[in-house]
């Protein structure tokens, strides 16, 4: 995938994809989130933080995504890609059928495009103040964007340790789990999200529409 980075844009291979679920820094708020969705019948984990994986062709860089159905929503999360010896920190929305979900979340991440933005940072420029981070989104919801997350990476278990959790290995991205949803997790036509360093000044931003495909049976 071509990445645009500080130093000029990168070729950076992707062969594997893996998805960090359960990643809150807060162990009470992730078992409270946890109960939450076992009310509406989504399995609890087999442990936390988790490692999913996905087929590396979900990874995209598009400005539209076609879903099946109404029932999926994105959710902004670091993304990191190992390549070429290096680490490097984008942003990407780990799209989910939340319908799915409550048969298997495995299966419902399997089932969407992962959209990623355009522009990676080197690790090595961002790791000394990772927790100061802003991560947003905004969804769109009947023709205006209305604000979905809004948090920094102090609310995620630290990177280093997902990467090592995951034995990350070069030639594959994850993305790292995320804050939670401003009003709960909701389906919208479309979802612009964006990272913002504050001690670099530097922003990433990406944004989709989401086109639901009819349900035929």
Not at 57 to 80: H, N
Not at 124 to 130: K, R, T
Not at 174 to 200: I, Y
Request: charged share 20%; aromatic share 6%.
């Amino acid at each position: 995938m071509l990445f645009q980075t500080p130093q000029g844009p990168r070729d950076l291979s992707v062969a594997q994809v893996f998805v960090a679920g359960w990643t809150g820094r807060d162990s009470g708020q992730v078992q409270h989130h946890i109960r939450e969705l076992e009310a509406i019948g989504v399995a609890p984990p087999s442990e936390t933080p988790l490692f999913y994986r996905v087929s590396a062709a979900l990874l995209c860089q598009s400005d539209s995504i076609q879903v099946l159905g109404p029932d999926t929503s994105g959710e902004a999360e670091p993304l990191i890609v190992r390549s070429g010896g290096r680490t490097w920190l984008g942003l990407a929305s780990d799209h989910t059928d939340r319908k799915l979900e409550t048969h298997s979340v495995a299966h419902s991440k399997q089932a969407c495009m992962k959209p990623a933005a355009g522009t990676v940072w080197p690790m090595d420029e961002v790791a000394g103040h990772l927790d100061r981070i802003e991560i947003r989104s905004w969804l769109l919801e009947n023709e205006a964007w209305v604000a979905y997350q809004d948090g920094t990476l102090a609310q995620i278990l630290p990177l280093e340790d997902l990467i090592a959790g995951a034995a990350l290995p070069d030639g594959a991205a994850m993305l790292c789990g995320t804050v939670p949803a401003v009003g709960g997790v909701r389906a919208g036509d479309g979802f612009s999200m964006e990272f913002h360093d504050p001690v670099r000044d530097r922003t990433i931003r990406a944004a989709y529409r989401t086109v639901s495909l009819e349900i035929v049976s």
